[in-house]
């Protein structure tokens, strides 16, 4: 038994934040940002949305556009560093919203990676017989646990949603390979000190040494993410007797468009065959790979039968890549 991809939806908010917007809040200028970074705008959560308002976006579309009831779903699983609330799970909120019962719905929870990591879950409770027809989705709001006096990490970021409707199917199915990892020896050159149970909100004396903001050791992250999707890419391709080669496209985690460039240049791949949205959303993370899978397939960049690479890297440290059949 194998998995089939459906269909895909995204949910983003419709508030934009543009670089001149932010020139206006920090020291920065579009200038740097976009020399730097590849990011010229972002999305930005209202004051009334959540998580799980804009995840809920995405999973209807996906649904609507597999010719699906919500009924139809057995398995909600929401890939999130940044839930509505410690609990209830974002997943049970959709499915609150889509007006299903009886199902199983819970969170995953891998930073920017997250996405792999929910596709994997989801791959064994399908082959375990658990579940026969499920919704993944990523979604993340990281603007809400970011310093805005913080110019070395506010204008990295964005909030969006995306999701995938997966099927059992017989025979080997759409997921070719993947590949996961993670080391927390790294896990403080990327995190939210406060806010959590180590540092609770109401009980944090001195904010600013454990602030409930993105704490981040930029170059460091960025040496690790362009090692290990590298790495981890060549290993997925691997394990399925694949080579760059067979790919169509390549859709790496959008959180820099140097880290992009720099893991397409070591890879071999041209200008074409590397997915690029950074410049609209910045980094959204375990909504940044699904939501890139969706326009890629909306814009008829990837086609029904043909080769896609996704990777990603986060928080945890984690990372992964996945081989798919679109
Ligand atoms: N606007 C203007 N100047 C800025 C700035 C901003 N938004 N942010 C930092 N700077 C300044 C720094 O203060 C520093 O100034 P100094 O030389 O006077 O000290 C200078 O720019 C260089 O900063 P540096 O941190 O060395 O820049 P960088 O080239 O490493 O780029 C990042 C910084 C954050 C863009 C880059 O390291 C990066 O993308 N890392 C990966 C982050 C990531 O992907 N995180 C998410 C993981 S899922």
């Known amino acids: 038994m194998g998995i089939r991809f459906l269909s895909t939806g995204a949910g983003l908010p419709e508030k934009i934040i543009t670089n001149a917007d932010l020139e206006k809040i920090v020291d920065t200028s579009d200038e740097w940002i976009t020399e730097r970074t590849g990011i010229k705008e972002r999305r930005m959560l209202e004051e009334s949305e959540a998580t799980s308002d804009i995840a809920l976006r995405a999973a209807r579309q996906a649904i609507d556009t597999a010719g699906l009831q919500p009924d139809d779903i057995d398995l909600i699983v929401v890939t999130t560093c940044t839930p509505d609330h410690l609990f209830p799970s974002v997943a049970c909120l959709v499915q609150k919203g889509l007006g299903i019962s009886q199902k199983i719905a819970f969170d995953v929870s891998a930073a920017c990676s997250g996405f792999l990591y929910g596709l994997a879950c989801v791959e064994g409770m399908i082959e375990k017989g658990l579940a ?45 390979a993947i590949h996961l990892g993670s080391d927390g020896d790294s896990s403080h050159i990327l995190t939210i000190p406060g806010g959590g149970s180590k540092h609770p909100l109401g009980q944090i004396d001195n904010v600013d040494k454990y ?44 959180a820099n468009l140097r880290i992009i460039d720099a893991i397409a240049k070591r890879l071999k791949l041209s200008h074409d065959k590397v997915f690029r949205n950074v410049h609209k959303y910045g980094n959204m993370s375990a909504a940044t790979t699904i939501i890139a899978l969706d326009e890629a397939v909306r814009s008829g960049q990837l086609q029904r039968g043909e080769l896609a690479e996704l990777i990603a890297f986060g928080a945890g440290l984690t990372w992964g890549a996945a081989v798919v059949r679109w």
Request: aromatic share 6%; hydrophobic share 45%; charged share 25%.
């Open 211 to 254: 602030p409930p903001f993105i704490k981040m050791d930029g170059k460091e992250v960025f040496k690790f993410a362009v090692l290990r999707m590298i790495e981890s890419s060549m290993t997925a391709l691997k394990k399925c007797g694949k080579t760059t080669d067979d790919l169509k496209l390549l859709i790496p985690h959008q």
């Open 132 to 176: 026969k027809t499920a919704l993944l989705i990523g979604a993340d709001a990281l603007t809400r646990f970011t310093d805005w006096k913080d110019r070395g990490t506010c204008v990295l970021f964005g909030d969006g949603a995306g999701a995938l409707v997966i099927q059992a199917c017989e025979g080997p199915g759409d997921l070719l």
